[in-house]
């Protein structure tokens, strides 16, 4: 800004103008001071006269001679300068307490030369006082702010940060200049982007509403991850305009982990108070020092009764230098490997652990005691006996299966041999009639030993999967007896052994299976036999007594049983064996070095028949060569005053039939095919023979048989299928159909029914049998 004076050729006018001036100038609330070019003073206003103590000598003087400006240095060249640039200038300058603002502004005259400076003064000692007092007090408040050690950051409407102390600088070791007017949520990373702190900040502002104090997270640069409690308030401004927020961080981290240890601490108390296992520790001299529920439940003892006393009251006697070297290896600093031992509880029981040691150190990190975890593994440890009896127990099961396989190759083979034997004597050219009878005899006695074998076998199957049928009837127990006898007597014969029977005088009634229960007696008669040196005595008894006089307990079905007991001679049992001797494969001594050894499945069988007939048996010996007797007994009926005879059914008599049956035999085994249709042809039926489903079906155009004799077996479409077929041929309709197969469980029996089978042989089949079922077709 450049002043225009006029001036002095003025004349008159000018005069009128310079009055005007001087009034205008006095007027003027500043003091103003006019110096020429000659930096002379020219002119001065009231103001400036009151304020330096000037007076119209002072006009023509020097500036420098004003005592307010002697001590502004380089006057002169200032208002040079000034004049030079057109531009004005401005320094403080102190009088004693007093502050001005000196101001030199270059004026232009009217003819637009420079005709020198203008002077002002303006009193700012009252401001400054005021912006020396603000200055003190903002240090002031900074250095406070930088001697409170949790954070602090003044952020403003727009959350920016504009202010922070020290303290939360180093927090986000940021400086001042790189945190200036950036968002909060910007620095460092975004973690503190988080909606719910945004708008607490925000209602601050709006409506200074009360902060709810927030805990938060972060992760710093040098201090790592922090748990930090955040608060705020909201410093107003004059007008209620631009209001900021004062922003307070607390680090709680140490106040968090301490709070998570104690709460961790309370939950290991509760654990080691709620804990089966005994959880006690004790120190250096062994001296028990604490004592949890879980001890007392194991030992038996309460705290206050071990807590103080020496950890050897629950260490037997010939164990006390286990206790020893734990002490030593614990003060050695040694590690102490995890062991089972033996403890004595409060009664004087004794008790199997499994103990783990481990060290308690001090603060310092010295070894000060220890603690030991106690558990019982007493059902363990008699599991363990248990399993390896039963292990001792598996390995003798295999030995015995082993010699069971071995026994079995033994025993199929032996009527094997003779079988051969007679093959090879019906191949001789000079065969005679004797030699045929001798191999015929030969055959269908070893035949039966081995269906006899496999039938043992398949009834032992059913009985331990429960799927055997017993066909009760009403039966005299003489009759039992008798086929029993009839059975066996070969077997007695054979060995030159006395049998003698003694059987009640009246006649002892069962409801049971026959067939069954005369298969117990006859296998217990033929053990007999076994275990007996040849010309030895078997005796047979049979008495009904009551259940109470019997057992000493009421168990039977019925209130009367009947006592069946074999008695032999033999090589006895030794006691070790008794309780085995039902088991499956079970023999008493090697049954390999007896050439009527067996499979050992004969007890095996008894028991489980005479169990399904809800009965029991059992075995008694005074020892080895002292023979054995088998007792079983069976629920009866009462016995009949006058003793009665058991009618014999009358024998079949087998006749050829009054006309021819035509039978088809379809068995993919040619050999039994062939020799099943010769033997049909030989008792007078009209047989043919085919060797597949295909060959089957082809020849019913020139043979429609009434019976059909079918394998399961066939290799292009099984019996099931091809029955299913017969069945719903028109021209076949009433045609008989056998299902022969060597599968005989209750299974294939239902599943041939249901393809459509009228009956069910397994193979081999009883020839007896098979014509009696032909006959009655």
């Given at each position: ?211 709810q104090t927030l805990e938060a997270e972060h992760t710093f640069p040098v201090i790592g991850r ?538 081999p089949i009883d020839h007896q049998v098979l014509q009696n079922l032909l006959l009655a077709e």
């Amino acid at each position: 800004m450049t002043i225009r004076l006029p001036t002095h050729n003025d004349g008159a006018s000018a005069d009128s103008v310079n009055a005007d001036l001087g009034d205008i100038f006095d007027t003027i609330d500043l003091s103003i001071v006019v110096v020429g070019r000659d930096f002379t003073v020219t002119r001065f206003n009231v103001g400036a006269a009151a304020l330096l103590g000037l007076t119209p000598s002072d006009i023509g003087r020097s500036p420098r001679d004003i005592p307010l400006l002697t001590a502004v240095i380089d006057l002169e060249k200032l208002c040079a300068q000034v004049i030079a640039d057109r531009s004005p200038f401005r320094r403080e300058v102190r009088d004693g307490d007093r502050w001005f603002l000196l101001r030199i502004a270059p004026y232009t005259r009217s003819d637009g030369q420079i005709g020198g400076t203008v002077l002002t003064f303006t009193n700012v000692t009252a401001f400054r006082a005021s912006l020396e007092q603000a200055i003190y007090e903002r240090e002031y408040t900074k250095a406070i702010l930088n001697t409170v050690i949790d954070p602090l950051v003044v952020l403003d409407a727009d959350l920016r940060v504009q202010t922070a102390n020290r303290a939360f600088y180093a927090m986000f070791q940021l400086s001042r200049e790189e945190t200036q007017n950036i968002p909060l949520y910007d620095l460092v990373n975004y973690e503190w982007n988080t909606p719910r702190l945004w708008s607490l900040l925000k209602e601050i502002i709006s409506d200074n509403s009360e902060f709810q104090t927030l805990e938060a997270e972060h992760t710093f640069p040098v201090i790592g991850r922090r748990t930090l409690l955040l608060n705020a308030r909201r410093l107003s401004r004059e007008g209620n305009v631009g209001h900021m927020i004062l922003l307070a961080f607390q680090d709680i981290t140490e106040r968090s982990v301490a709070e998570e240890a104690r709460a961790t601490l309370a939950t290991l108390a509760a654990i080691v108070e709620s804990s089966d296992d005994a959880i006690i520790s004790k120190d250096l001299t062994g001296v028990i020092a604490s004592w949890n529920n879980g001890a007392q439940r194991l030992f038996g003892y309460t705290a206050e009764e071990t807590v103080g006393r020496p950890i050897t009251m629950l260490i037997p006697p010939e164990r006390l230098d286990e206790e020893t070297k734990i002490l030593e290896q614990l003060k050695r600093g040694e590690r102490i490997d995890h062991f089972e031992t033996v403890r004595m509880r409060k009664d004087g029981s004794r008790l199997d652990i499994s103990l783990t040691i481990s060290p308690v150190k001090d603060t310092d990190g010295r070894i000060v005691g220890a603690s030991k975890v106690a558990r019982d593994i007493s059902e363990r440890k008699r599991a363990e006996k248990a399993l390896r009896e039963y292990a001792e127990e598996l390995k003798d099961a295999d030995r015995r299966k082993d010699e069971f396989l071995a026994i079995l190759a033994h025993e199929l083979r032996n009527p094997l041999a003779p079988i051969r034997n007679a093959v090879e004597l019906l191949k001789r050219p000079n065969l005679t009639v004797e030699h045929f009878q001798l191999a015929r005899e030969i055959t269908e006695s070893q035949l039966n030993q081995m269906v006899r074998l496999v039938d043992d076998l398949l009834d032992l199957s059913r009985i331990s999967q429960g799927k055997i049928e017993l066909k009760k009837e009403r039966v005299t127990l003489k009759s039992i007896v008798d086929q029993a006898l009839e059975t066996s007597r070969p077997h007695v014969e054979a060995a030159g052994h006395k049998l003698t029977v003694s059987l009640p005088p009246r006649n002892v009634y069962l409801d049971a299976d026959p067939l069954r229960v005369a298969q117990v007696l006859s296998n217990l008669i033929n053990n007999a036999c076994k275990y007996s040196a040849n010309n030895g005595h078997i005796e047979i008894k049979a008495n009904v007594e009551t259940a109470e006089k019997g057992r000493g307990e009421a168990v039977a079905v019925s209130p009367m049983e009947l006592v069946l007991s074999v008695k032999d001679t033999g090589i006895g049992i030794a006691p070790e064996h008794l309780r085995r001797i039902f088991e499956l494969f079970s023999q008493v001594g090697s049954a390999l070095n007896r050439s009527q050894g067996g499979l050992g499945i004969g007890l095996a069988l008894v028991r489980g028949l005479v169990e399904q007939h809800g009965g029991s048996v059992e075995a008694r010996s005074e020892g080895l060569g002292k023979g054995s007797e088998f007792i079983v007994r069976l629920p009866a009926g009462p016995a009949f005053a006058e003793e009665s005879a058991i009618p014999s059914g009358d024998e079949t008599v087998l006749s050829i039939p009054s006309r021819l049956k035509r039978i088809l035999v379809i068995d993919d085994n040619k050999i039994q095919a062939r020799s099943l249709e010769l033997l049909l042809k030989a008792m007078g039926f009209d047989a043919r023979s085919v060797y597949d489903a295909k060959s089957a079906l082809a020849i019913l155009d020139e043979f429609l048989p009434q019976v059909a004799l079918i394998d399961i077996g066939l290799p292009d479409i099984n019996g099931y299928e091809l029955a299913r077929r017969l069945r719903g041929l028109t021209q076949l309709k009433g045609i008989t159909l056998i299902a022969q197969t060597g599968w005989g469980r209750d299974t294939d029996r239902e599943e041939a029914r249901q393809a459509g089978f009228d009956h069910h042989l397994t193979k081999p089949i009883d020839h007896q049998v098979l014509q009696n079922l032909l006959l009655a077709e």
